[in-house]
């Protein structure tokens, strides 16, 4: 069964780095084809695609947020980290990881499964 | 950058109806779109990918169609459950990209 949760603070100042947590299980990182990415929606609004690593370690930007992403793996852990420099209160949002999917097609282009969601508040 | 309109942003709708979501791309995009459903406090559920295919579990009532710009989600009959709010997303060249959403009410 996989599962997917996301954990990090639900506080964070303005200016701080976020870093969230996404740990998952039923399916392990280190197996080709396998690809998680981090998903954001502020409260009322719509969804927002943030950032994507693969089994290869490849890694994959929101054009519009790129510079202030990071995304990595721990595959023995079943974990992907994201990092977000330089909060400002409109980051605040619930983020979600999911898991990519292909459906065989070899283009990982949909999210099959989801976390939660945890959501992140950006105040002083 | 492709933009993803849907339309409308809110429908109101009973329950045995048959609706139709519609999500339009700036311009001719491949097959590769998804649709999801998402209710209040909830993580977006997926219900459609590759523009037809449906997702393991997901009710047959539910469709997905569409090329080149213009895609769409219908629901056949319409039943207490699926009322929600449903995005629809496309993916290109390692990006990804979601509609801003519609409201299903009743």
């Known amino acids: 069964q996989v599962t997917l949760r996301e954990s990090g603070p639900a506080l964070v100042r ?8 996404c740990t998952f299980q039923g399916f392990s990182l280190s197996t080709t084809t396998m690809c998680v990415s981090w998903i954001r929606q502020p409260p009322g ?10 089994w ?15 995304i990595s793996k721990d595959a023995s852990k079943n974990q992907v980290v994201l990092t977000m420099t ?15 999917g292909s459906g065989g097609s070899g283009y990982y282009s949909f999210f099959d499964y989801w976390g939660q969601g945890t959501l992140v508040t950006v105040s002083s | 950058d492709i933009q993803m309109t849907q339309s409308p942003s809110t429908l109101s709708a009973s329950v045995g109806d048959r609706v139709t979501i519609t999500c339009r791309a700036s311009q001719s995009i491949t ?17 459609i990918y590759q523009a037809y295919r449906l997702a393991s579990g ?34 290109d060249s390692y990006s990804y990209t979601f509609g801003q959403g519609t409201n299903l009410e009743i």
Not at chain 1, 86 to 100: E, F, L, Q
Not at chain 2, 31 to 47: E, N, T
Request: hydrophobic share 30%.
């Open chain 2, 58 to 91: 997901v009710p047959s009532r539910f469709s997905g169609s569409g090329s080149g710009t213009g895609f769409t989600l219908t629901i056949s009959s319409l039943q207490p459950a699926d009322f929600a709010t449903y995005y629809c997303q496309h993916y």
């Open chain 1, 86 to 100: 330089n909060m400002d209160p409109v980051d605040t949002a619930t983020y979600y990881c999911a898991r990519i």
């Open chain 1, 14 to 21: 303005p200016t701080q780095t976020l870093t969230l947590t």
């Open chain 2, 31 to 47: 097959g590769w779109l998804a649709w999801y459903q998402q209710k209040p406090g909830k993580a977006p559920k997926l219900l």
């Open chain 1, 45 to 54: 609004k719509a969804l927002e695609w943030l950032a994507r690593i693969d």
């Open chain 1, 56 to 70: 290869d370690d490849n890694k994959y930007y929101s054009t519009s947020l790129e510079t202030r992403l990071t």
